[in-house]
């Protein structure tokens, strides 16, 4: 967390797709249907890129900037779509992934640049995004089904009931989410494998990064869904797709050697932030700290909880209720406090001013009686200096009191962060460290103090088993504070 169609005939729809909408694919040369120009298209990703980059917050290594950038540039012009002005950027956070919006917008996780472990690994998964572009798999995706309500709780879904009360989703994040089917994954597989093979990669790397997926996903306590049950190919399955494509392609395109640059990416990456950046709030022994704007509160046992610039979101694993954690924008908790009331048509069951460690509060209780049920939530108004913050608890009337006292304790004990240690608390960087001698990749881990309840974790980022035998010489890295 960080401070800061229209309806028309069904004909007329149909006559107007047939008029404007139908385009040659740039990839498969052939006639679709499409709702969308080209330039409608560039103008969605324009109007995502703010609202993303709002969402995650950028990261800042203009190093690293400068690297993806000019490989992205000579990637895009040997793509299916040279002409469209493509913009590359990395996010800032840890989740292993990266995305593509539409007309030419795409971006990489700080995580998933701390997993690549060469260069050839980055341009397989770049021309992979690119190929999703060129394709037009978001505006293919776009015509079939109109984006959903989004923003739940990671590993939770909650009761109907109440989600119309989570903070939507703005639209460019929605369109960022979006997910394909197999065949367009296997189709920007395929591109990745060639685009990257062009610009002379060897694409085979991209197949050794699907392994860290799948032990990622392994890692992670989830059985990987079977390849024909799952959206997208397994990664396994794509390991085994990857590797033949680029074989294919280096011996159609016949120019010698590929490039790997292991070392020269691991050089690049030195000092990435690794993992939750502290400064943007962090949970410990169940408890939400926050840096920056020097808060703290307890987050109920055995919920799960998500962080995002905009809020704190958690919620019990049944999905019967909901916490969410915002900053409030008002002159007095009266006004603030009135304007939501008003704002979400609610009935005013009981209001009480309070102060709870030494900040001042307003508490209400209130319902929403719906078709179907009655919410019922208890919100808390908090102003803590020049800031003032809302904590809402939600729940079906028929289950509030079971967690009424849950959504109070979080609330009554939300309080000004005073430890010194969470305070300071420095996030964690991806070091590279060149051995000095003949080893395993778990004598190195350990000869550099990594926890043995670790060494998987980091033998996981450095895409290699831990009984892998090194050479002096090697390079590898490790996370340090």
Same mark, same amino acid.
């Given at each position: 967390?960080?401070k800061?169609?229209?309806?028309?005939?069904?004909?007329?729809?149909?006559?107007?797709?047939?008029?404007?909408?139908?385009?040659?694919?740039?990839?498969?040369g052939?006639r679709?249907?499409?709702?969308?120009?080209?330039?409608?298209e560039?103008r969605?990703?324009?109007?995502a890129?703010?609202?993303?980059i709002?969402?995650?917050?950028?990261?800042?290594?203009?190093e690293?900037?400068?690297?993806?950038?000019?490989?992205? !540039?000579?990637?895009?012009?040997?793509?299916h779509?040279?002409?469209?002005?493509?913009?590359?950027?990395?996010?800032?956070?840890?989740?292993?992934?990266?995305?593509?919006?539409?007309?030419?917008?795409?971006?990489?996780?700080?995580g998933?640049?701390?997993?690549?472990?060469?260069e050839?690994?980055?341009?397989?998964?770049?021309?992979h995004?690119?190929?999703?572009v060129?394709?037009r798999?978001?505006?293919?995706?776009?015509?079939?089904?109109?984006?959903?309500?989004?923003?739940?709780?990671?590993?939770?879904?909650?009761?109907?009931?109440?989600?119309?009360?989570?903070?939507?989703?703005?639209?460019g994040?929605?369109?960022?989410?979006?997910?394909?089917g197999?065949?367009?994954?296997r189709?920007?597989?395929?591109l990745?494998?060639?685009?990257?093979?062009?610009?002379?990669?060897?694409?085979?790397?991209?197949a050794?990064?699907?392994?860290?997926?799948?032990?990622?996903?392994?890692?992670?306590?989830?059985?990987p869904?079977?390849?024909f049950?799952?959206?997208?190919?397994?990664?396994?399955?794509?390991?085994?797709?990857?590797?033949?494509?680029?074989?294919?392609?280096?011996?159609?395109?016949?120019e010698?050697?590929?490039?790997?640059?292991?070392?020269?990416?691991?050089?690049?990456?030195?000092?990435?932030?690794?993992?939750?950046?502290? !400064?943007?709030?962090?949970?410990?022994?169940?408890?939400?700290?926050?840096?920056?704007?020097?808060?703290?509160?307890?987050i109920?046992?055995?919920?799960?909880?998500?962080?995002?610039?905009?809020?704190?979101?958690?919620?019990? !694993?049944?999905?019967?209720?909901?916490?969410?954690l915002?900053?409030?924008?008002?002159?007095?908790?009266?006004?603030?406090?009135?304007?939501?009331?008003?704002?979400?048509?609610?009935?005013?069951?009981?209001?009480?001013?309070?102060t709870?460690?030494g900040?001042k509060?307003?508490?209400?209780?209130?319902?929403?009686?719906q078709?179907?049920?009655?919410?019922?939530?208890?919100?808390?108004?908090?102003?803590?200096?020049?800031?003032?913050?809302?904590?809402?608890?939600?729940?079906?009337?028929?289950?509030?009191?079971?967690?009424?006292?849950?959504f109070?304790?979080?609330?009554?004990?939300?309080?000004e962060?005073?430890?010194?240690?969470?305070?300071?608390? !420095?996030?964690?960087?991806?070091?590279?460290?060149?051995?000095?001698?003949?080893?395993?990749?778990?004598?190195?881990?350990k000869?550099?103090?990594?926890?043995?309840?670790?060494?998987?974790e980091?033998?996981?980022?450095?895409?290699m088993?831990?009984d892998?035998?090194?050479?002096?010489?090697?390079?590898i890295?490790?996370?340090?504070k």
């Amino acid at each position: 967390m960080i401070k800061y169609l229209y309806h028309y005939p069904l004909l007329v729809v149909i006559g107007m797709a047939f008029l404007t909408g139908c385009a040659r694919n740039p990839v498969t040369g052939k006639r679709q249907l499409v709702l969308m120009s080209e330039k409608q298209e560039i103008r969605m990703g324009q109007q995502a890129d703010p609202e993303i980059i709002a969402f995650f917050g950028r990261y800042e290594n203009p190093e690293l900037q400068e690297f993806i950038t000019e490989k992205g !540039k000579e990637m895009a012009a040997v793509s299916h779509r040279p002409k469209l002005d493509y913009e590359f950027k990395i996010v800032d956070s840890p989740v292993i992934n990266a995305f593509a919006v539409p007309g030419g917008f795409v971006y990489f996780t700080r995580g998933i640049m701390a997993h690549f472990n060469n260069e050839a690994e980055f341009a397989g998964v770049l021309g992979h995004e690119i190929g999703h572009v060129t394709a037009r798999h978001s505006v293919i995706q776009q015509r079939n089904a109109m984006l959903g309500q989004l923003g739940m709780i990671a590993g939770v879904v909650l009761i109907p009931e109440l989600s119309q009360f989570m903070e939507p989703l703005s639209q460019g994040v929605q369109l960022a989410m979006l997910s394909f089917g197999r065949g367009a994954e296997r189709q920007s597989d395929k591109l990745g494998v060639e685009y990257s093979t062009r610009i002379g990669y060897d694409a085979a790397e991209m197949a050794g990064f699907f392994r860290t997926l799948e032990r990622q996903e392994e890692k992670g306590g989830g059985s990987p869904l079977p390849e024909f049950l799952s959206t997208h190919p397994s990664p396994a399955d794509r390991n085994v797709t990857v590797a033949q494509l680029a074989k294919e392609w280096q011996e159609k395109l016949n120019e010698g050697e590929f490039a790997v640059n292991r070392e020269s990416y691991l050089k690049i990456i030195d000092g990435l932030t690794y993992g939750e950046d502290p !400064k943007q709030g962090f949970v410990e022994n169940s408890t939400f700290f926050h840096p920056e704007l020097k808060f703290q509160f307890p987050i109920p046992a055995d919920w799960n909880y998500q962080n995002t610039p905009q809020q704190v979101q958690m919620a019990p !694993k049944n999905g019967e209720a909901v916490m969410m954690l915002t900053l409030a924008q008002g002159n007095s908790l009266k006004e603030i406090a009135n304007k939501f009331i008003e704002q979400n048509q609610l009935d005013l069951i009981s209001t009480k001013e309070e102060t709870n460690h030494g900040l001042k509060a307003l508490s209400l209780v209130a319902e929403q009686k719906q078709d179907n049920a009655t919410i019922r939530l208890q919100a808390y108004f908090i102003q803590q200096g020049e800031y003032f913050y809302r904590i809402m608890g939600i729940s079906k009337s028929s289950n509030f009191e079971n967690y009424h006292p849950r959504f109070l304790n979080t609330m009554q004990n939300f309080k000004e962060l005073k430890d010194t240690d969470k305070l300071n608390r !420095k996030p964690e960087r991806v070091r590279i460290k060149t051995l000095s001698k003949n080893m395993t990749l778990q004598q190195a881990l350990k000869a550099y103090n990594i926890p043995d309840d670790r060494l998987e974790e980091l033998a996981i980022l450095n895409g290699m088993a831990l009984d892998a035998s090194l050479n002096g010489g090697t390079m590898i890295k490790v996370v340090e504070k």
